[in-house]
């Protein structure tokens, strides 16, 4: 009978609904209901204890944070850094709580988005439930209308969307990360973050025209970052303008003289035309920054070989090694 019971479920359970039935099962499984927006909405009655124990939180937060705005945006605030950072389960229960402190926040409808999103091709993985296979959650543009209706001068979106168009990319859902970028540059066209991360999906793309035109608006808006100007240094190598590229790994490094990408992009862009001795010269610059890099030895080591300088090489290939460089043995093994 319960095989049966769980067949008919999974037979009436429809795309982008959530049933009831499946909310039901998640409320009494270790409580993941608070997996589901807005703990499954009007489509579930809470248990009394359930009731208790939101009120306790909300009057709990307010003790700490003043009223129920503070609190509100504090929650959400680390929902959407939990999100960033891959912890989707824990943003989503903050995005939760922050819609039991308040209902009519735009942020946490845009989060609920967010989630779902992420979650909505294998929803089964997410919930982990025993009881039942969850095939289909809500569907997420549901509730980014609720966001956009419940927000004023898209304050809330734009707040949103530069963790969206950047979280995105920690589930690999390029895609995504791509359709928020532009939406947030809609909202904000002369915005250097924005432009920047978009310029750098484009880079993930290996669009480097449109990158470079996102990174020069960026610049001419007033971006005077290090990422910037390498990155649109790289985009400029990868489309064969090694002028550019130069130039703009040069002002990547000027601007922060530890940064250590743009003065290895230089050293193995310079390594590629031929360039040995200046190769040498930026090789040795990150080694000063950071000596305890096996991939910048081996670079050396390389360097080292193609002037002829076997010996000293070799050293700095065993040095390489030494450090975990993988590839460091078969560079040695290839110059004896």
Same mark, same amino acid.
Request: charged share 30%.
């Given at each position: ?6 067949? =008919? ?12 039935? %499946? ?9 993941? !209901? ?14 009394? +204890? ?16 003043? $009223? ?12 959407? &850094?939990?999100? @960033? +950072? ?8 903050? =995005? ?7 209902? /009519? /926040?735009?942020? +946490? @409808? ?15 993985? @997410? =919930?982990?439930?025993?009881?039942? &296979? ?6 997420? &543009? ?17 707040? *949103?969307?530069?963790?969206? *168009? ?5 589930? /690999? ?31 993930? &793309?290996?669009?480097? #025209?449109?990158? !470079?035109?996102?990174? #020069?608006?960026?610049?001419? $808006?007033?971006?005077? /970052? ?7 240094? @790289? ?42 001795? *200046? ?15 096996? %991939? ?14 076997? #010996? #000293? ?18 560079? !040695?093994?290839?110059?004896?």
């Amino acid at each position: 009978m319960k095989n049966l019971i769980i067949y =008919f479920l999974l037979c009436t359970s429809t795309l982008f609904a959530q049933t009831k039935d %499946e909310l039901l099962i998640l409320m009494n499984d270790h409580g993941k !209901i608070n997996l589901v927006p807005m703990y499954g909405g009007d489509s579930i009655n809470k248990t009394d +204890e359930l009731i208790v124990l939101d009120r306790k939180f909300v009057e709990d937060q307010i003790k700490q944070f003043g $009223n129920k705005d503070s609190a509100c945006k504090m929650h959400n605030m680390t929902a959407w &850094k939990c999100f @960033y +950072e891959g912890d989707i389960k824990m943003a989503m229960r903050r =995005f939760n709580q922050a819609w039991l402190l308040d209902t /009519n /926040n735009a942020s +946490e @409808y845009f989060g609920f988005s967010a989630v779902l999103e992420v979650i909505k091709d294998n929803p089964d993985n @997410y =919930f982990e439930t025993q009881a039942l &296979k969850i095939k289909n959650v809500d569907d997420p &543009k549901k509730y980014y209308q609720i966001g956009i209706q419940k927000d004023k001068d898209n304050i809330n979106e734009i707040f *949103s969307l530069k963790f969206s *168009s950047t979280g995105f990319e920690t589930y /690999n859902k390029l895609d995504l990360a791509m359709n928020a970028s532009n939406r947030l540059n809609e909202l904000t066209p002369k915005d250097t973050f924005a432009l920047l991360q978009r310029g750098h999906l484009h880079i993930l &793309k290996k669009d480097w #025209e449109k990158a !470079i035109t996102d990174f #020069e608006l960026a610049i001419q $808006n007033g971006g005077k /970052n290090a990422n910037l100007f390498n990155d649109l240094g @790289y985009s400029y190598q990868e489309k064969g303008d090694y002028e550019n590229a130069f130039k703009f790994y040069e002002k990547s490094f000027k601007t922060s003289p530890t940064f250590l990408n743009p003065i290895y992009n230089d050293c193995l862009l310079r390594l590629k035309l031929g360039q040995y001795e *200046s190769a040498l010269e930026y090789i040795d610059k990150c080694i000063a920054i950071k000596n305890d890099v096996g %991939e910048f030895h081996k670079t050396k080591g390389e360097i080292l070989i193609k002037l002829n300088k076997k #010996e #000293e090489g070799i050293i700095c290939l065993r040095q390489a090694k030494k450090l975990g460089d993988k590839d460091a043995a078969q560079i !040695i093994k290839a110059n004896k």
